[in-house]
Protein backbone atom coordinates (compact mmCIF):
# COMPACT_ATOMS: atom_id res chain seq x y z
CA UNK A 1 0.00 0.00 0.00
CA UNK A 2 1.24 2.92 -0.89
CA UNK A 3 1.79 5.52 2.41
CA UNK A 4 2.79 9.08 0.52
CA UNK A 5 2.91 11.28 1.84
CA UNK A 6 0.13 13.10 -0.90
CA UNK A 7 -0.31 16.81 -2.10
CA UNK A 8 -3.99 17.85 -0.77
CA UNK A 9 -5.71 19.84 -3.16
CA UNK A 10 -8.65 20.65 -1.20
CA UNK A 11 -9.04 24.17 0.94
CA UNK A 12 -6.25 24.13 4.24
CA UNK A 13 -7.85 23.40 7.49
CA UNK A 14 -10.85 22.18 5.90
CA UNK A 15 -12.68 19.48 7.90
CA UNK A 16 -12.32 16.23 5.64
CA UNK A 17 -15.73 14.79 6.94
CA UNK A 18 -19.14 16.26 5.45
CA UNK A 19 -21.34 15.15 8.02
CA UNK A 20 -19.60 16.52 10.58
CA UNK A 21 -19.04 19.79 9.20
CA UNK A 22 -20.81 23.05 9.44
CA UNK A 23 -19.66 25.25 6.49
CA UNK A 24 -19.47 23.43 3.04
CA UNK A 25 -17.33 25.27 0.70
CA UNK A 26 -18.75 25.02 -2.87
CA UNK A 27 -16.78 25.47 -5.88
CA UNK A 28 -18.37 26.99 -8.87
CA UNK A 29 -16.31 27.14 -12.08
CA UNK A 30 -19.00 28.93 -14.10
CA UNK A 31 -18.39 32.24 -16.24
CA UNK A 32 -20.58 31.27 -19.47
CA UNK A 33 -22.06 34.91 -19.09
CA UNK A 34 -18.99 36.79 -18.96
CA UNK A 35 -19.70 40.26 -20.73
CA UNK A 36 -15.64 41.34 -20.94
CA UNK A 37 -13.07 39.08 -19.87
CA UNK A 38 -13.42 35.51 -19.01
CA UNK A 39 -11.34 32.83 -17.10
CA UNK A 40 -12.78 32.97 -13.60
CA UNK A 41 -13.75 29.39 -13.97
CA UNK A 42 -10.01 28.80 -13.42
CA UNK A 43 -10.39 30.70 -10.40
CA UNK A 44 -11.67 27.71 -7.44
CA UNK A 45 -9.01 25.14 -8.51
CA UNK A 46 -5.82 28.48 -8.21
CA UNK A 47 -7.51 29.50 -4.99
CA UNK A 48 -7.23 25.91 -3.34
CA UNK A 49 -3.82 25.73 -4.00
CA UNK A 50 -2.94 29.34 -3.04
CA UNK A 51 -5.07 28.48 0.59
CA UNK A 52 -1.89 27.03 1.06
CA UNK A 53 0.24 30.03 1.24
CA UNK A 54 -2.06 31.39 4.10
CA UNK A 55 -1.60 30.68 7.86
CA UNK A 56 -4.38 29.06 9.35
CA UNK A 57 -5.09 31.77 12.40
CA UNK A 58 -6.55 35.34 11.60
CA UNK A 59 -5.23 37.93 14.27
CA UNK A 60 -7.79 40.15 12.60
CA UNK A 61 -10.52 37.92 14.05
CA UNK A 62 -8.52 36.01 17.03
CA UNK A 63 -10.03 32.42 14.87
CA UNK A 64 -8.00 29.40 13.41
CA UNK A 65 -9.54 27.55 10.47
CA UNK A 66 -9.83 24.58 12.29
CA UNK A 67 -12.29 26.75 14.96
CA UNK A 68 -14.50 27.03 11.42
CA UNK A 69 -15.18 23.20 10.85
CA UNK A 70 -16.17 23.50 7.07
CA UNK A 71 -15.66 21.10 4.76
CA UNK A 72 -14.74 21.48 1.18
CA UNK A 73 -16.40 19.32 -1.08
CA UNK A 74 -14.61 20.54 -4.77
CA UNK A 75 -16.06 21.68 -7.70
CA UNK A 76 -18.91 21.16 -9.64
CA UNK A 77 -18.91 20.17 -13.01
CA UNK A 78 -21.11 21.89 -15.21
CA UNK A 79 -21.45 21.00 -18.88
CA UNK A 80 -19.90 24.05 -21.30
CA UNK A 81 -22.49 25.65 -23.33
CA UNK A 82 -25.66 25.31 -21.09
CA UNK A 83 -26.03 28.05 -18.45
CA UNK A 84 -29.58 26.79 -17.36
CA UNK A 85 -28.73 23.46 -16.58
CA UNK A 86 -25.52 24.76 -14.88
CA UNK A 87 -27.60 27.36 -12.72
CA UNK A 88 -30.02 24.64 -11.94
CA UNK A 89 -26.82 22.11 -10.94
CA UNK A 90 -25.89 25.06 -8.40
CA UNK A 91 -29.20 25.04 -7.07
CA UNK A 92 -30.30 21.63 -6.06
CA UNK A 93 -26.66 21.24 -4.51
CA UNK A 94 -27.29 24.28 -2.31
CA UNK A 95 -30.34 23.02 -1.13
CA UNK A 96 -28.98 19.52 -0.41
CA UNK A 97 -26.51 21.97 1.83
CA UNK A 98 -29.21 23.34 3.52
CA UNK A 99 -31.66 20.64 4.16
CA UNK A 100 -28.32 18.81 5.71
CA UNK A 101 -28.49 21.25 8.31
CA UNK A 102 -25.35 23.28 6.97
CA UNK A 103 -24.41 26.43 5.29
CA UNK A 104 -22.98 26.88 1.85
CA UNK A 105 -19.39 28.99 1.03
CA UNK A 106 -19.37 29.13 -2.52
CA UNK A 107 -16.61 30.09 -4.19
CA UNK A 108 -16.77 31.00 -8.11
CA UNK A 109 -17.16 31.56 -10.81
CA UNK A 110 -18.62 34.11 -12.13
CA UNK A 111 -21.32 36.90 -10.23
CA UNK A 112 -24.69 35.04 -11.92
CA UNK A 113 -23.35 31.80 -9.69
CA UNK A 114 -25.01 33.70 -6.81
CA UNK A 115 -28.45 33.61 -8.50
CA UNK A 116 -29.48 29.94 -7.75
CA UNK A 117 -27.83 29.91 -4.10
CA UNK A 118 -30.31 32.36 -2.95
CA UNK A 119 -32.82 30.71 -5.16
CA UNK A 120 -31.68 27.71 -2.73
CA UNK A 121 -30.86 29.63 0.76
CA UNK A 122 -34.72 31.47 0.14
CA UNK A 123 -36.32 28.30 0.44
CA UNK A 124 -35.09 27.64 4.05
CA UNK A 125 -35.71 31.41 5.34
CA UNK A 126 -38.43 34.02 4.75
CA UNK A 127 -36.79 36.99 6.41
CA UNK A 128 -33.38 36.63 4.03
CA UNK A 129 -31.47 39.35 3.18
CA UNK A 130 -28.13 40.16 0.78
CA UNK A 131 -25.01 42.33 1.52
CA UNK A 132 -23.35 42.56 -1.32
CA UNK A 133 -19.96 43.57 -2.19
CA UNK A 134 -18.83 44.92 -5.79
CA UNK A 135 -17.86 47.64 -8.08
CA UNK A 136 -20.78 47.20 -9.83
CA UNK A 137 -24.88 47.39 -9.66
CA UNK A 138 -25.36 44.13 -11.20
CA UNK A 139 -28.97 45.46 -11.33
CA UNK A 140 -29.81 45.17 -15.26
CA UNK A 141 -32.91 43.27 -16.58
CA UNK A 142 -31.21 41.59 -19.15
CA UNK A 143 -27.87 42.14 -21.14
CA UNK A 144 -27.82 41.87 -24.83
CA UNK A 145 -31.48 40.39 -24.27
CA UNK A 146 -29.79 37.74 -22.05
CA UNK A 147 -31.91 37.64 -19.12
CA UNK A 148 -29.64 35.08 -17.73
CA UNK A 149 -26.18 37.34 -17.20
CA UNK A 150 -23.69 38.12 -14.49
CA UNK A 151 -24.46 41.59 -14.60
CA UNK A 152 -28.18 41.02 -13.95
CA UNK A 153 -28.13 38.77 -10.69
CA UNK A 154 -28.95 41.11 -8.18
CA UNK A 155 -31.56 42.57 -10.55
CA UNK A 156 -33.10 38.86 -10.20
CA UNK A 157 -31.94 38.34 -6.67
CA UNK A 158 -34.31 41.45 -5.76
CA UNK A 159 -37.16 39.47 -6.70
CA UNK A 160 -36.85 37.01 -4.31
CA UNK A 161 -35.49 38.61 -0.94
CA UNK A 162 -37.27 42.05 -2.23
CA UNK A 163 -35.09 45.18 -2.85
CA UNK A 164 -35.78 46.62 0.66
CA UNK A 165 -33.74 43.73 2.27
CA UNK A 166 -30.70 44.35 -0.16
CA UNK A 167 -27.37 46.52 1.01
CA UNK A 168 -25.22 47.22 -1.72
CA UNK A 169 -21.33 48.29 -0.70
CA UNK A 170 -18.47 49.67 -2.84
CA UNK A 171 -20.52 50.26 -5.73
CA UNK A 172 -19.01 52.86 -8.64
CA UNK A 173 -20.27 51.49 -11.86
CA UNK A 174 -23.45 51.35 -13.64
CA UNK A 175 -26.23 52.05 -16.30
CA UNK A 176 -28.19 55.45 -15.23
CA UNK A 177 -31.55 52.77 -14.86
CA UNK A 178 -29.37 50.83 -12.08
CA UNK A 179 -28.34 54.36 -9.83
CA UNK A 180 -31.89 55.18 -9.79
CA UNK A 181 -33.18 51.83 -8.53
CA UNK A 182 -30.71 51.74 -6.22
CA UNK A 183 -31.58 55.34 -4.81
CA UNK A 184 -35.24 54.53 -5.34
CA UNK A 185 -34.59 51.61 -2.62
CA UNK A 186 -31.74 52.99 -0.82
CA UNK A 187 -29.71 50.09 -1.34
CA UNK A 188 -26.40 51.86 -1.66
CA UNK A 189 -24.35 52.40 1.43
CA UNK A 190 -21.30 53.64 2.65
CA UNK A 191 -21.47 53.51 6.48
CA UNK A 192 -21.76 50.92 8.91
CA UNK A 193 -24.29 51.58 10.83
CA UNK A 194 -26.65 51.57 8.03
CA UNK A 195 -26.35 47.47 7.82
CA UNK A 196 -28.34 47.54 10.93
CA UNK A 197 -31.59 47.88 9.52
CA UNK A 198 -31.05 43.96 8.19
CA UNK A 199 -30.36 42.94 12.31
CA UNK A 200 -32.78 40.33 13.06
CA UNK A 201 -32.73 38.88 9.50
CA UNK A 202 -30.85 36.27 7.97
CA UNK A 203 -27.91 36.94 5.89
CA UNK A 204 -26.33 36.12 2.52
CA UNK A 205 -23.13 37.84 2.17
CA UNK A 206 -21.78 37.94 -1.89
CA UNK A 207 -18.09 39.42 -2.71
CA UNK A 208 -17.58 40.05 -6.20
CA UNK A 209 -13.82 41.00 -5.51
CA UNK A 210 -13.71 43.76 -8.13
CA UNK A 211 -15.17 45.46 -5.50
CA UNK A 212 -11.27 46.43 -4.20
CA UNK A 213 -9.31 48.54 -6.44
CA UNK A 214 -7.49 47.21 -9.32
CA UNK A 215 -4.38 48.38 -7.90
CA UNK A 216 -4.57 45.09 -5.26
CA UNK A 217 -7.08 42.66 -7.58
CA UNK A 218 -6.13 43.63 -10.93
CA UNK A 219 -7.13 40.05 -11.83
CA UNK A 220 -10.71 39.93 -12.57
CA UNK A 221 -12.85 40.27 -15.41
CA UNK A 222 -14.36 43.49 -15.15
CA UNK A 223 -11.49 45.71 -13.25
CA UNK A 224 -13.05 49.62 -11.84
CA UNK A 225 -10.62 52.21 -10.92
CA UNK A 226 -11.95 53.63 -7.28
CA UNK A 227 -12.30 50.61 -5.47
CA UNK A 228 -11.60 49.51 -1.88
CA UNK A 229 -8.76 48.70 -0.27
CA UNK A 230 -8.32 45.51 1.55
CA UNK A 231 -8.75 46.89 5.09
CA UNK A 232 -12.08 48.49 4.17
CA UNK A 233 -13.25 45.89 2.95
CA UNK A 234 -12.15 44.11 6.58
CA UNK A 235 -13.71 46.77 8.35
CA UNK A 236 -17.08 46.21 6.91
CA UNK A 237 -16.58 42.28 7.47
CA UNK A 238 -15.77 42.70 11.19
CA UNK A 239 -18.87 45.03 11.59
CA UNK A 240 -20.50 41.85 9.89
CA UNK A 241 -19.56 39.37 12.95
CA UNK A 242 -22.56 40.83 14.71
CA UNK A 243 -24.65 39.72 12.40
CA UNK A 244 -27.17 36.34 11.45
CA UNK A 245 -25.02 35.28 8.09
CA UNK A 246 -26.52 32.35 6.68
CA UNK A 247 -24.32 31.58 3.58
CA UNK A 248 -21.66 33.43 1.29
CA UNK A 249 -19.57 33.75 -1.84
CA UNK A 250 -16.60 35.34 -3.09
CA UNK A 251 -16.59 35.24 -6.63
CA UNK A 252 -15.11 36.44 -9.80
CA UNK A 253 -11.52 36.15 -9.97
CA UNK A 254 -9.94 35.64 -13.06
CA UNK A 255 -6.45 34.80 -12.12
CA UNK A 256 -4.92 34.52 -15.48
CA UNK A 257 -4.98 38.19 -15.82
CA UNK A 258 -2.16 38.48 -12.98
CA UNK A 259 0.75 36.44 -14.28
CA UNK A 260 2.26 37.32 -10.41
CA UNK A 261 -0.55 35.91 -8.52
CA UNK A 262 -1.48 38.58 -6.06
CA UNK A 263 -4.90 38.89 -7.29
CA UNK A 264 -5.25 34.80 -6.00
CA UNK A 265 -3.56 35.51 -2.83
CA UNK A 266 -5.67 38.07 -2.05
CA UNK A 267 -8.69 36.31 -2.78
CA UNK A 268 -7.52 33.57 -0.77
CA UNK A 269 -7.31 35.57 2.12
CA UNK A 270 -10.43 37.52 1.67
CA UNK A 271 -12.09 33.57 1.63
CA UNK A 272 -10.48 32.91 4.88
CA UNK A 273 -11.60 36.08 7.13
CA UNK A 274 -15.05 35.39 5.49
CA UNK A 275 -14.87 31.75 7.29
CA UNK A 276 -14.40 33.55 10.29
CA UNK A 277 -16.92 36.25 9.99
CA UNK A 278 -19.46 32.63 9.45
CA UNK A 279 -17.58 30.99 12.21
CA UNK A 280 -18.67 33.79 14.59
Excluded at 71 to 76: K, M, T
Excluded at 91 to 113: A, M, Q
Excluded at 137 to 158: F, K, Q
Excluded at 210 to 232: R, V
Aim: overall charge negative.
Amino acid sequence: MLSGPFLDRNWMGQNEDYESSDIVMLGMPFDGTVSYRSGSRFAPEQIRLASWGLEEYSPRFDKHLEDVNFHDAGDLEFPLGNTYKSLDLIEKNVEEIYKDGKRVFGIGGEHLVTLPEIKAVSKFYDNLAIVHFDAHTDLREEYMGEEMSHSAVIRHASKIVGPENIKQIGIRSGMKEEWEFMKKHNTLISEYSELDCLKGKKIFVTVDLDCLDPSIMPGTGTPESGGMQFNELMGWFEYLKDFDIVGADVVELAPDYDASGVSTAVATKVIRELLMVLRT
